[in-house]
C-alpha cells in the first residue's frame, strides 16, 4: 500500500513557477514508478509527467515539455514536479500517482494504483 500526499501548489503569475511535492509513505514506494496529472475544470484528467523507479527514464505530455522536470528522492520518499514558464491554461488540480511496485512506467491513468487528494495550481494572465 502507498499513501500520497502532495503540497506546493498555490497562485502564481503567467511566466512564474511553482515546485508540488508528492509525499509517500509505504515499504515498496522505491520500486514503483510515479506520475503527476492535472485535472481542469469540466476536463478529463491528463498525464504530465513519469518517473520510473530508478529515475532512468522521465516521460512528458507535449504540452509541458521544456518547462516542467519530474523528479524523485527515493531515500526521502518524495516525488518532485519543477513547473517553470507557467501559463494560464496549466491552472488545474494536480495529482501524485503511483504504480504497484515493480510496474512498468506508463502514462495512462488507468494503469495507477494510488493517488494523492491534489493540490490546486492556479496561474493568472
Known amino acids: 500500500q502507498v499513501q500520497l500526499v502532495e503540497s506546493g501548489g498555490g497562485l502564481v503569475q503567467a511566466g512564474g513557477s511553482l515546485r508540488l511535492s508528492c509525499a509517500a509513505s509505504?515499504?515498496?514506494?522505491?520500486?514503483?514508478?510515479m506520475g503527476w496529472f492535472r485535472q481542469a475544470p469540466g476536463k478529463e484528467r491528463e498525464f504530465v509527467a513519469v518517473v520510473s523507479w530508478s529515475s532512468a527514464t522521465t516521460a512528458y505530455a507535449d504540452s509541458v515539455k521544456g518547462r516542467f522536470t519530474i523528479s524523485r528522492d527515493n531515500a526521502k520518499n518524495m516525488v518532485y514536479l519543477q513547473m517553470n514558464s507557467l501559463k494560464p491554461e496549466d491552472t488545474a488540480v494536480y495529482y501524485c500517482?503511483?504504480?504497484?511496485?515493480?510496474?512498468?512506467?506508463?502514462?495512462?491513468?488507468?494503469?495507477?494504483?494510488?493517488w494523492g487528494q491534489g493540490t490546486q495550481v492556479t496561474v493568472s494572465s
Open positions: 509505504g515499504r515498496t514506494f522505491s520500486r514503483s514508478p
Open positions: 500517482a503511483a504504480r504497484r511496485s515493480g510496474s512498468v512506467w506508463s502514462s495512462s491513468v488507468n494503469e495507477y494504483n494510488y
